[in-house]
């Protein structure tokens, strides 16, 4: 949350995946480690 700021919204990259072909569009914005996720993981931010 702190990552997608006070009015942003950001979804990993397996959620944009998910969605390819819908209405919503995405931009990568960051590789981060997620809380009780290992790793490290592309987030997507909404841009439409």
């Known amino acids: 949350m702190a990552e997608a700021g ?11 995946d998910l969605v390819v072909g ?3 569009e995405f931009e ?5 480690p997620l809380t009780g996720v ?6 997507l931010a909404l841009v439409r």
């Not at 990568?28 to 981060?32: A, I, M, N």
Request: charged letters at 25%; a negative charge; glycine letters at 12%.
């Open 28 to 32: 990568s914005r960051v590789v981060h």
């Open 6 to 16: 006070a009015t942003g919204t950001l979804v990993s990259r397996t959620v944009g």
């Open 22 to 24: 819908s209405e919503f």
């Open 38 to 43: 290992d790793g490290d993981w592309e987030l």
